[in-house]
């Protein structure tokens, strides 16, 4: 390699750093993308269940939400419907623990809509939901407008 070839591999490899860090930078300086906040607030609220809590559930709620699930035969429309489906569960944990399978946040605009496998473990039983919860930006900040569960089969290898 001659001289004038080590220089433009040298400018190549300092252009190729110059814009990693400005992509590093860039996402650093946005703080906490939307995708990493809809999901610590759902892990928040799965912990919550956790000690039989709903409360980090119903805090973000919208008020307006609808919710199905296959515990329900209709749709429960509004936060107070919510709060009376929930309200006998208060102090009984849903699970021992829990794993967010394959968790996928979308987010248009001001809406988020995440999608993922719950496996609840109980002893040494456990059960797989699907969950669909769609978040909305507020100014209070993301809330849930809808809610979907259903049972499903345990994911194959």
């Given at each position: 390699m001659n001289g004038r070839q080590a220089v433009k591999r040298a400018l190549s490899v300092l252009s190729v750093l110059a814009a990693a860090t400005w992509i590093a930078r860039a996402g650093a300086d946005s703080g906490v993308g939307p995708e990493r906040e809809v999901l610590a607030l759902e892990r928040q609220a799965m912990d919550g269940w956790l000690k039989g809590n709903p409360d980090p559930q119903l805090a973000i709620s919208d008020p307006e939400i609808t919710y199905f699930h296959?515990?329900?035969?209709?749709?429960?429309?509004?936060?107070?419907?919510?709060?009376?489906?929930?309200?006998?569960?208060?102090?009984?944990?849903?699970?021992?623990?829990?794993?967010?399978?394959?968790?996928?946040?979308?987010?248009?605009?001001?809406?988020?809509?995440?999608?993922?496998?719950?496996?609840?473990?109980?002893?040494?039983?456990?059960?797989?939901?699907?969950?669909?919860?769609?978040?909305?930006?507020?100014?209070?900040?993301?809330?849930?407008?809808?809610?979907?569960?259903?049972?499903?089969?345990?994911?194959?290898?």
């Open positions: 296959a515990v329900v035969e209709k749709r429960i429309d509004g936060l107070a419907a919510l709060k009376e489906l929930y309200e006998p569960y208060r102090g009984v944990p849903l699970y021992d623990s829990y794993e967010m399978l394959n968790p996928k946040v979308q987010v248009a605009g001001d809406v988020a809509i995440l999608t993922y496998q719950l496996a609840r473990h109980n002893g040494t039983a456990t059960t797989y939901w699907n969950g669909t919860q769609v978040y909305r930006k507020k100014k209070e900040g993301w809330r849930v407008i809808h809610t979907h569960w259903s049972a499903a089969k345990a994911p194959q290898p």
